[in-house]
C-alpha cells in the first residue's frame, strides 16, 4: 500500500513569492492533516479536514496561508505572499475515520524563503 | 490544553544496548491515545508504537516497548539491543480520545544517537 506522498519535497523561493504544497493521502483515509515543523520542534497542525470540510483551522494564518481538499482526496496547501519566518518543513498525515485512528506522515516538503 | 514534556533534548546509547527515552504529559481527559514517532534525516515522521489510555498492559513493538504511568502521567520509550538505524530525532505525542480525527500534540523531541 502506498503512503501518503508530498510535493515537492524541497522548494526555495524568495520572500514575498507565492508557493504551493501538494499531499496525496493513504487510500481510502477521510482526514488530512497539515502539520508545520519549525526547526528543532515538534509538529504543529496547521489545518485538519474531514472529507472536503475544513474542521480545525484554528491555527492557519489565513491572512497568508490557505489550503483546499477538492473532491475530498488530494489537498493543497499555499502560502502567498512568502515570508522569511515561513521556512519548515510542512507535514502532511492522513488517517482512517475511526476510533482507532493512527496519522501517518507522508515525507515533508522542505521550505527555504530567501 | 494538553502538553507534552520531554526534558532530554539528547541522548546516547551504545550499538546492543538499552536506552530509555522520557515523556510527560499533561491532560484532564481520561481517554486519549500516546505515541511515539521516530523522524530521521529524511524528515519522514515514523509511528513507532502506540499506547491507549484505557489499557493497562503497555505495549511493545519488537525492541521498542513503553511504560505507560497514567496516574504520573509518564510515557516513556525503552529501545532494547539498540541498532545503528534507530538513530533519529523521537517525538512524543498525545492525542484526545473525545473528538475523531483530532490534532497530535507533540513533545519537542530527543535526539538519539547510537555509538558503534
Known amino acids: 500500500e502506498a503512503g501518503v506522498v508530498q510535493s515537492p519535497r524541497y522548494k526555495i523561493i524568495e520572500k514575498k513569492q507565492p508557493v504551493a504544497f501538494w499531499c496525496n493521502p493513504i487510500?481510502?483515509?477521510?482526514?488530512l492533516y497539515w502539520y508545520l515543523q519549525n526547526l528543532g520542534q515538534g509538529p504543529e497542525l496547521l489545518i485538519r479536514?474531514?472529507?472536503?470540510?475544513?474542521?480545525?483551522d484554528s491555527q492557519l494564518p489565513k491572512d497568508r496561508f490557505s489550503a483546499e481538499r477538492l473532491k475530498g482526496v488530494d489537498s493543497t496547501l499555499k502560502i502567498q505572499p512568502a515570508e522569511l519566518g515561513d521556512s519548515a518543513v510542512y507535514l502532511c498525515?492522513?488517517?482512517?475515520?475511526?476510533?482507532?485512528?493512527?496519522?501517518?506522515f507522508g515525507p515533508g516538503t522542505r521550505l527555504l524563503v530567501l | 490544553a494538553q502538553t507534552v514534556t520531554q526534558s532530554q533534548p539528547e541522548m546516547s546509547v551504545q550499538e546492543a544496548e538499552t536506552v530509555t527515552l522520557s515523556c510527560t504529559y499533561d491532560?484532564?481527559?481520561?481517554?486519549?491515545?500516546l505515541f511515539w514517532y521516530k523522524q530521521p534525516p529524511s524528515r519522514q515522521m515514523i509511528l513507532v508504537i502506540r499506547?491507549?489510555?484505557?489499557?493497562?498492559q503497555n505495549a511493545t513493538e519488537n525492541r521498542f516497548s513503553v511504560n505507560f504511568q497514567k496516574a504520573a502521567k509518564s510515557f516513556s520509550l525503552k529501545i532494547s539491543d539498540s541498532q545503528l538505524g534507530d538513530a533519529a530525532m523521537y517525538f512524543c505525542?498525545?492525542?484526545?480520545?473525545?473528538?475523531?480525527?483530532?490534532?497530535?500534540?507533540f513533545g519537542e523531541g530527543t535526539q538519539l544517537t547510537v555509538n558503534p
Open positions: 498525515a492522513s488517517s482512517q475515520y475511526t476510533n482507532q485512528e493512527t496519522q501517518y
Open positions: 499506547q491507549e489510555a484505557y489499557k493497562q
Open positions: 487510500s481510502g483515509h477521510n482526514t
Open positions: 491532560t484532564s481527559e481520561s481517554d486519549y491515545y
Open positions: 479536514y474531514e472529507n472536503e470540510e475544513a474542521v480545525d
Open positions: 505525542a498525545y492525542r484526545s480520545a473525545q473528538t475523531s480525527g483530532s490534532r497530535l500534540t
